[in-house]
C-alpha cells in the first residue's frame, strides 16, 4: 500500500480514536468519515456535472451572441440596401415623370410639324394649279403663233418650253403632296403616340409602357418600403436578443462561480477526510501519485546530478510552437528527456486500478512533455478531433485543474472535472496530484486521473 499524507486528526476525532470510543446510538468515527468522503464525492461527481453542463451553456451562449451579432450586421446590411432601394426607386419615378413630360413636349413640337407639313401641301396643291394655267396659257400661246405662221414661229418655239416645264413642275408638285401626306400621316401617328391623352382617353403606346413604368416602380418601392420596415423591426429585436443572451451569460457566469464554490468544498472535504488516516476510496489513488511524483523527482535529481541535463533545461518555460499542428503543441529543451525518463513511471501506475485513465508529468505551467504511450501518437493533418483525444503529448493544458495540480504544492490535491475528449465528447474523472520537486525546488506536479 502507498503512504499517504496524513494531517494531524481534529481534537475530537481523535480523542475517539484514541479511546476506541464508538460514537452512541450512532456509526463508529470510521463508518462516519468514510461516509462524508462517500458524500462529498457524489457531490463532487455532481458538482463537476453541472458545473461541465454549465460552462458548455455559456460557451453555446457565446458563440450564439456572436451569430446573433454577424445576423445583426447583416440585417443593418440588408436595411441600408433596402433604404437604397426605396431612394433610387422614388428618384426612378421622378425621372419617368421628367421624361414623361419631356416627351409630351416633344409631342407638342411633333404636332406644329405637322401643322408645318399640312401648309407645305397646301403649297404644294397651289404650286399645281398655277402648273396647270400655265399649261392652259402655254397651249393657248402655241395655238395662236401657229395661225400667225412664220412670224410666230419663235413664239411657239417659247410656249412649248413652256408648257413642258410647266408640266414638270405639275409632276414635282404632285410628288410633293404624295410624299408630304404620306410623311403627314406618320408624324401625326407618331404624335398621338407621345401625347399625354386627357383622363378617360385612351393612351398612345409610349405613355402606356411609361404607365407599367411607372406602376412597377411604386411596387419596388412599396416592397422596399415594406422590408425595410420589417428590417428595421427585426434589428431592434435582434439588438433586444443579443442584450438578453449577454444578460443570460453573465447569470450563467455568475452561476458557474458558485458551482466552482460547491465543487470547492467537495475537494476540500475529500481531502479532510482522505487526511484522517482513515482508508477512503481515493487512498490508494492518493499515496500512488505521492509514491510516482517522488519516483519521478528523483529520476529527474539524477539526470541532473549525472550531468545529462542542466537546471536551465529542465526548467525551460519558452515552449516553442510545433509547426502544423492543430490542436498546437510545443517542444521544451527537457522534452526529450522527458521522453526517456517519463514511460517507466507513468505506464506502470496505468496498471493500478481499472479506473485508472492517465498518469502525466507537468511542469508548473501545465506542459505535458510526454504522455502515456497511448495519447502520445503523431498528429494526423486536418484531423483535430482526432487529434485532440490521440496527441495529448507536447501540450500546455493550463485549464483550472491542470494548472492547480501543477502548481499544487500541498502532499497532495484532489480534484474533480470533465475531461475533454474531442469531438464533444467528455468523461468525468477525479484526480489526485502530488508536487514533484528538483533538488528541493518545485518542478511541477504528478496528475493521476481516474474515474468515479
Aim: hydrophobic share 40%; with cysteine; proline share 2%.
Amino acid at each position: 500500500m502507498f503512504a499517504v499524507f496524513r494531517k494531524s486528526p481534529p481534537a475530537a476525532v481523535a480523542a475517539a480514536a484514541n479511546d476506541g470510543a464508538v460514537m452512541r446510538d450512532g456509526p463508529d468515527v470510521h463508518t462516519l468519515i468514510v461516509g462524508i468522503n462517500r458524500e462529498a464525492s457524489t457531490l463532487g461527481r455532481d458538482a463537476a456535472e453541472v458545473r461541465g453542463a454549465i460552462d458548455d451553456t455559456i460557451k453555446a451562449a457565446g458563440t450564439q451572441a456572436q451569430q446573433v451579432q454577424a445576423l445583426a450586421r447583416q440585417l443593418g446590411e440588408v436595411n441600408r440596401g433596402q433604404h437604397a432601394i426605396v431612394e433610387e426607386t422614388g428618384q426612378g419615378a421622378q425621372a419617368v415623370e421628367r421624361a414623361r413630360s419631356a416627351i409630351h413636349a416633344v409631342g407638342g413640337e411633333v404636332s406644329g410639324i405637322v401643322a408645318t407639313l399640312r401648309d407645305v401641301s397646301k403649297a404644294a396643291g397651289q404650286i399645281t394649279k398655277i402648273a396647270l394655267q400655265t399649261r392652259l396659257v402655254a397651249f393657248n400661246a402655241s395655238v395662236e403663233a401657229k395661225r400667225a405662221g412664220e412670224a410666230g414661229r419663235g413664239f411657239s418655239v417659247v410656249a412649248d418650253a413652256v408648257r413642258e416645264l410647266a408640266s414638270k413642275v405639275d409632276e414635282s408638285s404632285r410628288n410633293i403632296m404624295e410624299t408630304v401626306g404620306q410623311l403627314d400621316a406618320r408624324v401625326e401617328t407618331l404624335a398621338r403616340e407621345i401625347q399625354r391623352q386627357d383622363h378617360g382617353q385612351a393612351q398612345g403606346a409610349v405613355h402606356q409602357a411609361l404607365d407599367e413604368l411607372v406602376q412597377g416602380v411604386q411596387r419596388i418601392h412599396a416592397a422596399a418600403a415594406k422590408s425595410q420596415e420589417m428590417c428595421g423591426g427585426l434589428d431592434r429585436r435582434m439588438g433586444e436578443i443579443e442584450r438578453e443572451m449577454h444578460g443570460t451569460h453573465g447569470t450563467l457566469s455568475s452561476t458557474l462561480q458558485r458551482t466552482e464554490a460547491f465543487l470547492r468544498v467537495s475537494e476540500r472535504l475529500i481531502e479532510v477526510t482522505a487526511a484522517c488516516g482513515i482508508e477512503t476510496a481515493d487512498s490508494k489513488f492518493i499515496g500512488a501519485a505521492q509514491d510516482a511524483a517522488g519516483r519521478i523527482g528523483a529520476l529527474l535529481s539524477q539526470a541532473l546530478h549525472e550531468g545529462r541535463t542542466t537546471l536551465d533545461e529542465l526548467f525551460d518555460e519558452k515552449y516553442v510552437p510545433i509547426p502544423a499542428t492543430e490542436p498546437q503543441q510545443h517542444s521544451t529543451r527537457f522534452a526529450k528527456l522527458a521522453d526517456r525518463l517519463f514511460p517507466a513511471v507513468q505506464e506502470s501506475l496505468l496498471g493500478l486500478d481499472p479506473q485508472v485513465v492517465f498518469c502525466i508529468a507537468a511542469d508548473r505551467n501545465g506542459y505535458i512533455a510526454c504522455h502515456n504511450q497511448k495519447y502520445n501518437h503523431t498528429q494526423r493533418p486536418g484531423d483535430v478531433v482526432w487529434n485532440t483525444a490521440n496527441c495529448r503529448n507536447r501540450r500546455i493544458f493550463n485549464d483550472r485543474t491542470g494548472l492547480a495540480s501543477a502548481r499544487n504544492t500541498k502532499p497532495f490535491l484532489l480534484q474533480t472535472y470533465r475531461r475533454d475528449m474531442g469531438g464533444g465528447q467528455f468523461v468525468l474523472l477525479k484526480e489526485a496530484a502530488a508536487p514533484i520537486t528538483v533538488n528541493g525546488r518545485h518542478w511541477g506536479g504528478l496528475r493521476l486521473a481516474y474515474r468515479f
